[in-house]
């Protein structure tokens, strides 16, 4: 009888669990991401229905936007200003920046309020929250295939020949996503507490536009500027997709590793830091 008992016992230690408090600082698990893929799959294709849905023109927007910029910056700056391009012409030397450029924005602008948005889905049941601006970025990779097949029938227009470098793109498009993810997580986490990141963000936006070699080569900035200049991790990017799609202006090696390096600098710091701010999440919103 004594036997049975402690039996019993030991069967109901067993069944005991443990809850302890979540660590500001959790780590992370990949295979939990993996796990929640549908999830993931799920979000974006909701998220472009309800983007698209009762609009005009929907998904020709993403085709539109940087067309129209880039008649825009021909006339103003090409035209205007008379800056030279080399053998390149100018629309296209525009509109293959703008390509990368305007998905960096897109994702920068909706992870503002990513979290914010799906506040019904983080205050009621349990998803790693990560996959909310992954799905945000997944959103941009859509808008960014569009206007990239746009750009190819322009470059075919215009009698541009590829070379070898396109076998790069995916490279430097990989490089697009990791920039706009890293600065999303921040801007994600940032605005569940300081609700005014939504008003800062455009403005930013439109200062770091003319920060980049969109509209003008990089041959602008002076030499002894150029170290500093490719701080800004969308210097690489835009010369990098550009050199791949084009063929020509090979871009500086320490400007890539310089952006490279502000790229992983970034994304780490900023998956660090959203995983640090989630556990109020539900709370704060």
Known sequence: M??????DDRAQSQMITHIRPASRLMPIHLG????YGDLLLLLIWRDLKVRYKQTIIGAVWAILQPLLMMGVLSVVIGWFSGIKTGDIPYPIFTYSALVPWNFFTNVLVQSNY?????SGLVTRVYFPRLILPMATAGIGL????????ILFLLIGLYGITLTWTVLLL?????????????????LAALNVEFRDFGQIVPFMMQVWF???PIAYPITLVPEALRGVY??????????GMRWALLGKGAPSIDQMLISALIVILVLVGG????????????DVI
Request: aromatic residues 14%.
């Open 210 to 212: 003319f920060a980049t």
């Open 142 to 149: 859509v808008d960014l295939a569009i206007a990239l097949i």
């Open 230 to 239: 490719s701080l800004n991790p969308m210097v690489g990017v835009v010369e």
């Open 32 to 35: 939990e991401l993996w796990e």
């Open 271 to 282: 998956v660090i830091f959203f995983r640090y701010k989630e556990v109020r999440f539900a």
């Open 114 to 118: 990513t979290i914010l948005n799906n």
């Open 2 to 7: 004594q036997r049975n008992k402690n039996a």
């Open 170 to 186: 995916p490279l430097f498009i990989l490089m697009a996503l990791l920039t706009a993810l890293g600065f999303g997580l921040w």
